[in-house]
């Protein structure tokens, strides 16, 4: 049973060693921002069990299909709502471009995704407005799914965040401070700013 377990080790030793390293920079963020903490020092975001939404549920408002892979080594900002976008979505979608530019020379690690749960049209002035936000149509049962909230409502105006790996992996409160935010954000660009980037999904 030794010799087996060894030859396996050995053939797929460099597999191992290749998940190991694209997953290392991702992993050393998590135990930065949450483990190994400075004494005193509280985390504003809530940190949630890291899971992917089903990459064929997702399609952008031009009918393109869309996944978390595609932003493969961002870390993206995310809010959900109707596309009517109420005050605290619009709220949200503005926090996210303030925030994404807060972080000076970082911003462009940093993407923004709005995921639409009916089929309202977006208007073209918000598309204007925050330009550079992607905007993508998810059924309203998978974002239950996905963030563990049956009450679509208590989602309006949340900013999530997706690692660069493609999972939720936390959640700010409604209406949140801002300079706590940028704080989160900045803790975790730090700590994961030397990794190797992982490659986009074909």
């Not at 709502?81 to 709220?91: E, Q």
């Not at 530019?101 to 690690?109: S, V």
């Not at 105006?157 to 401070?177: A, C, K, S």
Request: with cysteine.
């Amino acid at each position: 049973m030794s010799v087996q377990t060894t030859g396996h080790w050995q053939r797929f030793r460099l597999l191992y060693a290749l998940l190991a390293v694209c997953s290392a920079p991702i992993v050393a963020a998590y135990l930065a921002y949450y483990v190994f903490q400075p004494s005193g020092r509280t985390n504003y975001g809530v940190l949630i069990a890291p899971r992917t939404l089903a990459e064929a549920e997702l399609r952008t408002t031009d009918g393109s299909p869309f996944d978390f892979h595609s932003l493969a080594g961002k870390w993206v900002l995310v809010t959900i709502g109707g596309g009517d976008c109420a005050a605290r979505c619009s709220d949200a979608l503005l926090q996210m471009r303030q925030q994404r530019l807060m972080t000076g020379k970082d911003r462009e690690r940093i993407e923004r995704v709005w995921l639409i749960t009916d089929g309202a049209p977006v208007s073209a002035q918000r598309m204007r407005e925050y330009e550079g936000t992607l905007w993508v149509r998810v059924p309203a049962d998978a974002v239950r799914k996905w963030t563990s909230e049956p009450r679509l409502a208590e989602l309006e105006g949340v900013v999530w965040l997706v690692d660069p790996m493609g999972n939720l992996m936390l959640r700010w409160p409604q209406d949140p401070d801002p300079q706590r935010v940028k704080s989160d954000l900045a803790r975790l660009l730090t700590a994961s700013s030397h990794w190797v980037r992982v490659e986009k999904s074909r």
